[in-house]
């Protein structure tokens, strides 16, 4: 089903991912703290959620989801394969069900037979084909072409769906739940990747890009004891000011991204809670590597020791958070590297790597806007101060927050950017530092590290796994071109007239980003 009427700016485009690891923790403060986790779900009302994110030029193209506006909204209407519950776990949800060969090359998954789409008629295993196709083939720009480009071949028998891969991969149903990867009616073998029609728990009502979108709850959800509101509306309110008091004036129920300089007046106000959850959420400063000064490794290492990470978390995260050593792997993850060497500020270093680069002083401009990421304007300039002690001047230049990801981000040379991270190692890697990947921001290549992305996701020993992904992490903390000085906590607040379970997900912000299937009001 195609209905334009409801669509609005819909331009496709490519934009930074802001996925998530499926580990961590959450922590309640405020007037009620956890005690508003209640049992005993109630049905009824609307919930209007404030978030910092969504574009004009976003679309209904799944492939090119990237924000968390699209991300929420895709998760509010469609259904995946499978779904990373509130404990990190893998769970069944289009399929039922899946198994592999003793290889991991070839994946059987066995659809639910009772999934109803808005428009009527239940989901086939030829929709599952279809819809993973979609984001193959060599014309495709989605962005999760290379986390799935090892399909070599997918054919339906009955109601299972059986994926052969060109090589094992014992992670590949985490992949299948990414967040672009929805399961959408097919025709003739082929979606329409701009249907307003969905499998999920809410029908899209309408939607205008970068600014709201509303839904009504679907009445033939299959999935029980979930999807109590009944509707839904998403606003993007981009500046902090604004959806704090959007939130303070009823206006909204929700926010995301609340400002951490004034969290701890929002945690004292009257039936307001804050939540604060740890992940692999990170923020990044990446560096072009075709494009000179950066393409020389000295200049990129000197950079990261002229950064204050200490600082970054102190004075931008206000302490929600914790330092980050220039790869995007998290300490809660399986194969995080417990032995690299943690960079520090270090100004000296960084002018020894500025003499081996033969130069004595760098002029070089930062390109930044608070799209990219809360705070990175503030970030740029104490970035710019520690810099100067090493004889590096860094020039903040403001970049508007309105097409940031589209006219910034990927284009300019050394900008800003946010990542939630990845179930996997290898996901995160494919994703944004693999050569070639529609996101690896950077342009970053590196033969080693390639050889041993490719090694180690179809490695069945889990000591040689580890070893392989621990040389990654030091490959791209010490040869990458992104610098990433802090992982930040997911920061949200939320009326108390809202409720929830007791485990809140970690592996997005929003509660995975389903806020609207797993709460409800008090």
């Avoid at 990801?405 to 900008?415: A, D, G, I, T, Y």
Wanted: proline residues 4%; glycine residues 10%.
């Amino acid at each position: 089903m195609r209905n334009s009427s409801l669509i609005t700016g819909g331009v496709s485009r490519r934009g930074v991912l802001k996925g998530a690891s499926a580990l961590g923790g959450a922590a309640l403060i405020g007037p009620m703290g956890a005690g508003m986790a209640r049992a005993q779900p109630t049905r009824g009302g609307t919930l209007k959620i404030g978030l910092a994110h969504g574009s004009t030029t976003d679309s209904l193209d799944p492939g090119s989801w990237e924000n968390d506006f699209t991300i929420l909204m895709s998760h509010t209407r469609n259904g995946f394969l499978t779904e990373i519950a509130t404990d990190g776990s893998l769970v069944p949800e289009v399929a039922e069900s899946w198994e592999a060969s003793p290889d991991a090359r070839i994946w059987t998954f066995t659809i639910r037979p009772d999934v109803q789409y808005h428009s009527g008629g239940t989901v086939t295993a030829e929709d599952v084909i279809a819809s993973l196709q979609h984001h193959l083939g060599e014309d495709s720009t989605s962005a999760a072409k290379p986390i799935i480009e090892s399909i070599t071949e997918m054919r339906a028998d009955g109601m299972n769906v059986i994926i052969t891969l060109s090589e094992g991969n014992a992670d590949f149903p985490f992949i299948v739940s990414d967040y672009h990867l929805p399961i959408l009616p097919s025709t003739d073998g082929a979606i329409d990747p701009m249907t307003t029609d969905g499998c999920g728990a809410y029908v899209l009502d309408s939607i205008e890009m970068g600014v709201e979108a509303n839904f009504s709850r679907h009445e033939g959800y299959w999935k029980p004891n979930s999807a109590f509101f009944d509707g839904v509306q998403i606003i993007s309110i981009h500046d902090n000011a604004a959806r704090q008091n959007a939130l303070m004036s009823g206006e909204v129920h929700y926010i995301d991204g609340v400002d951490l300089n004034t969290v701890h007046l929002l945690a004292r106000a009257p039936s307001v809670e804050v939540l604060s959850i740890t992940g692999t959420q990170h923020y990044g400063l990446p560096m072009d590597s075709r494009a000179a000064p950066f393409s020389d490794n000295n200049i990129r290492m000197a950079l990261k020791y002229a950064i204050d990470r200490e600082q970054m978390v102190e004075t931008i995260l206000n302490g929600y958070g914790s330092v980050g050593n220039d790869h995007p792997i998290g300490p809660g993850q399986r194969y995080f590297n417990t032995e690299l060497e943690q960079k520090s500020y270090d100004p000296d270093q960084a002018r020894y790597y500025l003499q081996q680069a033969g130069v004595d002083s760098l002029d070089v401009d930062i390109h930044l806007a608070d799209a990219a990421f809360a705070g990175a304007i503030d970030a740029g300039v104490l970035f710019a101060e520690s810099a100067a002690a090493a004889g590096i001047n860094l020039n903040v230049v403001r970049e508007p927050n309105d097409g940031y990801w589209s006219n910034v981000w990927m284009q300019l040379p050394f900008v800003g950017t946010y990542w939630g991270g990845r179930p996997t190692e290898d996901w995160m890697f494919a994703t944004a530092y693999a050569d070639g990947a529609s996101w690896n921001e950077s342009y970053w290549s590196h033969e080693r590290f390639n050889e041993l992305m490719v090694q180690a996701r179809s490695e069945l020993d889990d000591d040689l796994r580890r070893e392989m992904y621990f040389e990654m992490q030091r490959i791209v903390s010490d040869e990458g071109s992104t610098i990433i000085p802090m992982f930040a906590a997911y920061v949200s607040a939320y009326s108390d007239s809202l409720a929830h379970e007791e485990e809140i997900a970690s592996n997005w912000a929003n509660d995975g980003h389903r806020i609207a299937e797993r709460w409800w009001f008090a």
